[in-house]
């Protein structure tokens, strides 16, 4: 498993687990129930902006996603 900021543009990985950090903060938990952005996913990296920034897509819809909460959401690349 590695950090989902550490993903290459389009490779499609499983989100394994969720940091203590992310945990622990209510509004983060938040905003990645509401984008469906659970265990078990499937996710791609679209885009990455300079500022770390990661455009994923999901399910057909696409979410942004700060590099602090991708340090946080470890991922395994789905084979």
């Keep these: 498993m590695v950090p989902l900021s550490r993903i290459s543009e389009r490779c499609q990985t499983v989100i394994e687990r969720l940091t203590e950090t992310l945990e622990e ?10 984008h469906g ?19 994923l897509e999901l399910a057909g819809a696409t979410v942004a996603l700060g590099s602090a909460l ?4 470890y991922v395994s690349v789905k084979k």
């Design 25 to 34: 903060n209510l509004e983060w938990m938040l905003y990645l129930r509401e």
């Design 37 to 55: 952005l659970d265990p078990g996913r499937t996710v791609s990296v679209v885009d990455t902006a300079p500022d770390g920034t990661l455009t």
């Design 70 to 73: 991708a340090d946080n959401i």
